[in-house]
């Protein structure tokens, strides 16, 4: 499948081996979505180059009111970190939301963003925080939106036989802040999502100042709802307001049918009632602050 | 290019085997190894049978590189039992017919070891949730839950 395999010490190593390999050699952190496309699938590498014994990359760390999360960390950590299960919860909750704990153990959050499935649980929770990935290549490191990242299903804008998403990051919820994460699922673990939705609302006194609502899969990125967020600008913390930006997150998604995820009608439904309780767990969550 | 010699502790000694680089980590253990208590089933990493302890975490060991597991310790079924004496958590599984056709089996009682090794006293929901990622066609899953959970007991005395 592939014919060399290294793991570099640093990421300047590992770009200048990219580099070396004019397109051939690939990253890889956890795997878990990489090896089952380099089994099953005519995607081809010559030389992975493993990121996941650079130290600098399994960081979760707070700068500044922002949160910035490495390249080699795992669900598992995200997961467990007190950080994040404080200060980007609905982050904590997408990540444990993730396949299963062998999975959650290897697989990294970068690495569910870079997989650019438009439902991937943790790249929607990124999402609904703002969040930028860092790519860095050999003339230098940019921040890219994560809603950016995408060029199709499946196929990341991001280059990874050329550049190195080396983190992620977000600034933290603040007092004010509040978030959740609602998936729907024919099972409780092992089962791609029929529905993900992740909220972040901030609030002032009983008012809503800002919510991000994120929806998918609905279309072939995570979809913010930009409709339903216009509905709770300003508007008084009510059941009504509540239910009427889920229904218009509801009137905004086009989910497709699908065999895999189930009817358009039925999730189109289900998203109505999934931003409503997400909507509702973020602003107890906003309130307990 | 040619084959990498891959360091590991596999249940408790060190091994040295030679690889090619795009050995998956399943593959070493068994034909290189002879531990055939690792088990394939899916080899898409969603069953679960084929669950290994690497560095102290459950792990699919069907899509892992070999070389990933570079100087870290791995631990298989058969690392489990002492000389012949059965580790608690195989005894629980025996005493509470949590076994049928004993291909998950393996796997689950590794993902409990897994589970107990970091949370000795777990709750029936968290050992659930231990196990989600192991797939059991045979038992529906309660006498393997209270194997765990027996299991628990036995290795808290």
């Known amino acids: ?289 | 290019m040619g084959k990498h010699l891959l360091t590991m502790t596999v249940n408790g000694e060190t091994v040295e085997v030679a690889v090619e680089p795009s050995t998956i980590l399943i593959d070493v253990l068994r034909d290189e190894l002879g531990l055939i208590g690792v088990k394939e089933a899916c080899g898409r990493g969603e069953c679960g049978a084929c669950t290994v302890i690497l560095d102290g975490e459950s792990v699919s060991s069907c899509i892992i590189p070999a070389m990933k597991a570079m100087g870290k310790e791995v631990l298989t079924i058969e690392g489990l039992d002492k000389q012949g004496k059965l580790h608690p958590i195989q005894e629980a599984f025996i005493e509470c017919g949590a076994i049928q056709c004993g291909f998950c089996t393996p796997g689950m009682v590794l993902s409990a070891k897994a589970l107990l090794d970091e949370n000795p006293n777990p709750t029936e929901q968290e050992v659930r949730v231990a196990l989600s990622g192991n797939l059991c066609r045979c038992t529906g899953y309660v006498k393997i839950v209270d194997a765990v959970l027996a299991a628990a007991q036995k290795m808290q005395k």
């Open chain 1, 1 to 289: 499948m592939w014919e060399e395999y290294v793991s570099p010490r640093s990421i300047k190593e590992a770009l200048e081996i990219l580099q070396s390999y004019k397109g051939q050699a690939r990253i890889i952190a956890g795997g878990t979505d990489l090896i089952l496309e380099l089994k099953e699938q005519p995607r081809k590498a010559k030389c992975l180059v493993d990121i996941g014994e650079i130290e600098a990359l399994k960081q979760i760390e707070q700068d500044e009111g922002h949160i910035r999360i490495g390249a080699g960390v795992t669900h598992s950590q995200v997961a467990s970190s007190m950080l994040i299960q404080k200060e980007a919860t609905v982050l904590a909750d997408a990540a444990s939301a993730v396949g299963s704990p062998q999975i959650r153990n290897q697989g990294t959050v970068v690495g569910n963003v870079l997989s650019a499935q438009p439902a991937a649980d943790t790249a929607v929770a990124l999402l609904a925080l703002e969040a930028e990935a860092e790519v860095a290549t050999a003339s230098g490191t940019r921040f890219v939106p994560i809603e950016d990242l995408y060029e199709g299903i499946g196929i990341s804008k991001v280059n990874s036989t050329a550049e190195i998403v080396t983190g992620v990051r977000f600034k933290s919820l603040g007092s004010n802040q509040g978030s959740a994460f609602e998936r729907l699922a024919q099972r409780k673990a092992l089962a791609l999502p029929m529905l993900n939705v992740a909220v972040v609302v901030t609030t002032r006194e009983c008012q809503f100042e800002e919510a991000k609502i994120v929806v998918a899969p609905v279309a072939p990125t995570p979809f913010r709802s930009k409709g339903a967020e216009v509905v709770l600008q300003g508007t008084p913390i009510s059941p009504e307001s509540i239910k009427q930006a889920a229904e218009a997150a509801a009137a905004e998604a086009q989910p497709r049918d699908s065999a895999l995820r189930g009817s358009a009608e039925y999730r189109k439904k289900m998203v109505k009632v999934l931003v409503k309780r997400a909507l509702e767990q973020a602003t107890e969550r906003a309130r307990q602050q």
